[in-house]
């Protein structure tokens, strides 16, 4: 482990000292206080995620990506290379090759716009790693539409290969994929397959959509997850709103509803998420909310988060 984080501090530090890149960095960190009276933690303050990213264009249609990822699980933590990327745009559409972002959940996200506060649902219920090596292809068609698809190791960014087989991941989009940056609508899929043994297999499919004027952003999504092995199939079902009341203040609610198996009666699970956004000065954002955990069987839980995010570009 101390290679592999010695490596990636290394790399970037080559790479910053060797030219003149694009260096920026978010910190994500927060203070959670618990309701739930035999909580074992009642409250505390944690660091989620430190990103420190470079960016910068070899050539006029060659770019590359590092970014590095801090582990908040771990104690202490870990440094992962979460990017390690080379775009490489052609006139057929632009290749990626090497240690990339997924395609699974990466609209979605930015229709949600608050990773800060919380994951998108996929991501959060672990139906695809956010980062894979592998080989991807992406390309534009009638101004609007946009595809892409991925060849991967599958064990996501955090673990090495550890099987021949490898994962494909294809998104359909028409629309606007940043609404959280800018106004327009969206629509689309995904669809992924990953074989673990030679006759089973795990597939994502999801359906999305969203739309973001000047102060109104909206968004949902339905997923599931089927694998073969077990037999067993996880859905989602995920809708979210943003409503802008003044350039600094903003409210935000999110629901997601959780099914670990669909052929289990009573064990679904529903997320909240309310609260609202304050970003006193650029680069700083304060964010309060209420979240609230009810499982169809068992206690609820309610918690108080307060969520902050710091970038320097």
Same mark, same amino acid.
């Given at each position: 482990?101390?290679?592999? &984080?010695?490596?990636?501090?290394?790399?970037?530090?080559?790479?910053?000292?060797?030219?003149?890149?694009?260096? *920026?960095? =978010?910190?994500?960190?927060?203070?959670?206080?618990?309701?739930?009276?035999?909580? &074992?933690?009642?409250?505390?303050?944690? %660091?989620?995620?430190?990103?420190?990213?470079?960016?910068? &264009?070899?050539?006029?249609?060659? *770019?590359?990506?590092?970014?590095?990822? +801090?582990?908040?699980?771990?104690?202490?933590?870990?440094?992962?290379?979460?990017?390690?990327?080379?775009?490489?745009?052609?006139?057929?559409?632009? %290749?990626?090759?090497?240690?990339?972002?997924?395609? =699974?959940?990466?609209?979605?996200?930015?229709?949600?716009?608050?990773?800060?506060?919380?994951? *998108?649902?996929?991501?959060?219920?672990?139906?695809? !790693?956010?980062?894979?090596?592998?080989?991807?292809?992406?390309?534009?068609?009638?101004?609007?539409?946009?595809?892409?698809?991925?060849?991967?190791?599958?064990?996501?960014?955090?673990?090495?290969?550890?099987? !021949?087989?490898?994962?494909?991941?294809?998104?359909?989009?028409?629309?606007?994929?940043?609404?959280? !940056?800018?106004?327009?609508? &969206?629509?689309?899929?995904?669809?992924?397959? $990953?074989?673990?043994?030679?006759?089973?297999?795990?597939?994502?499919?999801?359906?999305?959509?969203?739309?973001?004027?000047?102060?109104?952003?909206?968004?949902?999504?339905?997923?599931?997850?089927?694998?073969?092995? #077990?037999?067993?199939? $996880?859905?989602? %079902? *995920?809708?979210?709103?943003?409503?802008?009341?003044?350039?600094?203040?903003?409210?935000?609610?999110?629901?997601?509803?959780?099914?670990?198996?669909?052929?289990?009666?009573?064990?679904? $699970?529903?997320?909240? +998420?309310?609260?609202?956004?304050?970003?006193?000065?650029?680069?700083?954002?304060?964010? #309060?909310?209420?979240?609230?955990?009810?499982? $169809?069987?068992?206690?609820?839980?309610?918690?108080?988060?307060?969520?902050?995010?710091?970038?320097?570009?």
């Amino acid at each position: 482990m101390f290679k592999r &984080n010695f490596m990636a501090a290394l790399l970037l530090c080559s790479l910053v000292i060797a030219g003149t890149p694009n260096v *920026s960095s =978010v910190v994500f960190f927060d203070y959670i206080y618990d309701f739930t009276s035999d909580a &074992n933690n009642d409250a505390g303050f944690a %660091i989620k995620r430190v990103y420190f990213t470079v960016t910068d &264009n070899l050539a006029d249609n060659l *770019s590359y990506k590092l970014q590095t990822d +801090i582990d908040s699980n771990n104690s202490p933590k870990n440094v992962y290379l979460k990017n390690a990327k080379v775009d490489w745009k052609t006139d057929l559409g632009k %290749i990626t090759l090497g240690l990339q972002g997924m395609n =699974v959940f990466s609209v979605q996200e930015k229709t949600w716009g608050y990773r800060f506060i919380e994951k *998108s649902a996929m991501d959060r219920k672990k139906f695809s !790693s956010s980062a894979d090596m592998g080989i991807g292809y992406a390309n534009k068609f009638a101004q609007n539409i946009l595809f892409s698809i991925l060849y991967t190791n599958g064990t996501g960014y955090k673990k090495s290969e550890d099987d !021949s087989y490898k994962k494909i991941s294809a998104q359909a989009l028409i629309g606007q994929p940043k609404l959280s !940056s800018k106004e327009g609508f &969206n629509a689309g899929g995904v669809f992924t397959f $990953e074989p673990y043994e030679s006759d089973e297999t795990v597939t994502v499919f999801g359906l999305f959509g969203g739309f973001a004027s000047a102060a109104l952003r909206i968004g949902g999504e339905f997923d599931m997850l089927t694998d073969s092995g #077990p037999d067993v199939t $996880e859905q989602i %079902i *995920s809708v979210y709103t943003v409503y802008k009341l003044s350039d600094k203040l903003q409210t935000y609610g999110r629901i997601d509803i959780y099914d670990p198996n669909t052929d289990t009666d009573e064990d679904s $699970e529903n997320y909240i +998420i309310a609260g609202i956004h304050y970003s006193p000065v650029t680069g700083l954002i304060i964010a #309060p909310n209420l979240r609230l955990v009810t499982p $169809e069987e068992g206690d609820s839980e309610t918690f108080f988060q307060l969520n902050f995010q710091f970038k320097l570009k």
